[in-house]
């Protein structure tokens, strides 16, 4: 199942292109308007109702410390996904900018944006379980949420790649001025969002996923203060 997988994903990738002319055509005619201006309303919403719910974990989890049972694992991809709402919250403004309202390309980003809201749910303790009085073990919900997640982080990855390299080919140019980091980004992106996480699927070993975390981690301090 897992070789299926994978190999619908490098089709999907392959073949994506193919339609990226016609797509481009439907964008001149469309009526509709998608500047940030309206795209922003909706993402606060969105961003505000899932850390409002991470915060009020957090509380709980300072009330009463003895319920959680803390896991290396889980606190880096706990901190990778916070850090990706957040880094999708201020980089919005740059980022549809450099689409200028085109409505394919805008909708995809928005549909990525939704999936990092969803990507911090999924990586939460589920409401049941902290509204019961038993140990909330989180190496225990990472292991049973993992998966879920890291398909998540392929369908964004897949639409961060046609977005970047098909529908907006000159996007790089517009948000990262930098030759270096550009060529970084284009080979990063793809492997760290696609390549990896879907080996990651088949690959249970916790060691390999604190290594792709702590990567990714790295990055966010790299892309935040170098």
Not at 68 to 79: A, D, E, R, T
Not at 107 to 116: D, G, Q, T, Y
Not at 119 to 126: A, K, N, W
Request: overall charge neutral.
């Amino acid at each position: 199942m897992q070789h299926i997988f994978l190999f619908l994903l490098l089709f999907f990738l392959f073949t994506g292109s193919t339609w990226v002319e016609s797509v481009q055509i439907e964008d001149s005619n469309s009526p509709y308007d998608f500047d940030y201006g309206n795209i922003q309303r909706v993402l606060s919403i969105l961003f505000g109702i899932i850390l409002t719910r991470f915060v009020s974990i957090i509380v709980n989890a300072v009330n009463e410390p003895k319920r959680f049972k803390y896991s290396f694992c889980y606190k880096l991809v706990l901190f990778f996904t916070l850090q990706t709402v957040i880094f999708a919250w201020f980089s919005s403004s740059k980022v549809y900018g450099a689409f200028d309202s085109k409505p394919i390309p805008s909708i995809l980003m928005f549909l990525a944006h939704m999936l990092v809201v969803l990507m911090l749910e999924i990586i939460l303790p589920p409401q049941k379980l902290l509204d019961s009085s038993e140990l909330i073990d989180l190496a225990k919900v990472y292991s049973s949420q993992v998966n879920k997640f890291l398909v998540f982080m392929i369908i964004q990855g897949v639409i961060y790649f046609l977005n970047m390299n098909f529908l907006v080919p000159e996007f790089w140019e517009r948000v990262q001025p930098d030759e270096v980091r550009r060529k970084i980004l284009v080979i990063f992106y793809p492997v760290m969002t696609i390549i990896i996480p879907s080996l990651l699927i088949i690959d249970k070993n916790h060691i390999r996923h604190n290594i792709f975390w702590i990567v990714w981690n790295f990055y966010f301090l790299y892309a935040y203060f170098i």
